[in-house]
Every structure is written in structure tokens, then in C-alpha cells.
């Protein structure tokens, strides 16, 4: 990817979106990535998808894989209800950088915390670390070929519990084919694909997978 899109898109939303208002801060980026570059956010098409699965949980205590420059973190944050909060990880201190500057100038700063390292890394001490028992809504959305193991990682940490809701972004592409199989073909999981389109493209597939957990 493309290593300068962060600190363009920072300085974009400086010069261009209202300080505050998360809403704008959103709509300055998808409008940004839509006209100027494409880049790897949800999107607001994806976007609308995650928002509803995200209503529809009504979480307290959220748990993000892959915060990138933060855009799907302000996503959920602005329908976050009062005393919830995001936790999102970010193994790239670049990105992790950008999106810290986003997410304060949207105003978001106490809704999300951003955890920076490796997943496999930050997972066995999140608990402690950030005072959660249990995540009621995880949003994965980072390297594919990490998907799996980190929702094995997430059971087997007992991380999320009976009726947590995880989507993951990209199912279709670039895809996550073990991942699908995984949580498809488990009796644990109650699965919904979301077809849509790749973020910012008019004729390219892809899909949002929701899972319900059901131990
Ligand atoms: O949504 C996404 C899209 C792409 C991607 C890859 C290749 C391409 F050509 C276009 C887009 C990569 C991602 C990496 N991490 C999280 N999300 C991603
Ligand atoms: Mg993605």
C-alpha cells in the first residue's frame, strides 16, 4: 500500500473537515478517497453495513482489528451509547500516528483507545490492560491471512462471549477463504453474508461476514 496516503489524508481532513463533528470528518474522508485516491477504509458503503450490525448489537465494549487511519473507529464511535467504548489495534505506529490525529480532531478521543502493536501480541493482556471481561461487538478488519487465528485467539481467550456479534471486512476480497470455512462450518457461529462492493469501486465484489457467537 501505498505509505504516504496517512499523512495526506491527515492533512486533508485538518485543512478541509470541521474539528468536532465526526460526521464530517467521515464524510471529508470517503469524499477524499471517492475523488482524489482510493484507500483502504471500510468505506461508506461497507460503511452502512457495519453501522447496522453495529446498531443492531448495541455494544458496550468494542473491539476493533486494524484501525488503519482510524475512519471505521469514528464510524462506530458516533453511534457508540453513553459509556461505551472502542478498542482498536494497530500494529503500524505510522498508522497508528495518523489515526490518533483523526480521531482526536473528530472529537473522539475518549470514545476510542487505539492499542498499538500485533495483534497475536496485544490479545493476551487486552482484558487487564483495558478493564473488559468480555467484547460485545469485534469489527476484524486487518490482514487476511490473520482473520482465523485471531478469532481462535479470541475463544480461546475467552474474549467474546454468548451472542457477541464479529463482522469482518473483505470477505470476498481479497478474501479470507479459511476464515469463511472456519467460522461457516462451525456449530458456534451463526453466520449472514453482506455482499457489497470493495470500498471506493463501482464493479469490484466483496462482502461483509457477520458471526454470532454461540458456544
Ligand atoms: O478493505 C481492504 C482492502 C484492501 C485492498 C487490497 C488490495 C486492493 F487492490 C484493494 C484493496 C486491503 C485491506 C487490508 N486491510 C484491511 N482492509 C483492506
Ligand atoms: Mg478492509
Redesign the pocket.
Known sequence: HDEEFPPRILDHVMKNAIKGDVTNVIDVIDKYCWSVE?A?N?GDVKGAILDKSFLEASPKNVLEI?C?CGYSALRMSRLLKEDAKIFTIEASSQYADVAQEIISFAGMEKKVQILRGLSDEVLPTIAEKCGVRTFDFVFI????ELYKRDLIMLENLGLIRQGTTIMA??VI??GCPDYLEYVRNSPKFECTNYPSK??YCENREDAMEKSIYLP
Not at 141 to 144: C, G, T
Open positions: 482510493i483502504m471500510v486494524g488503519y478488519d486487518h490482514a487476511k471486512d473483505n476480497f481479497p470493495l470500498e
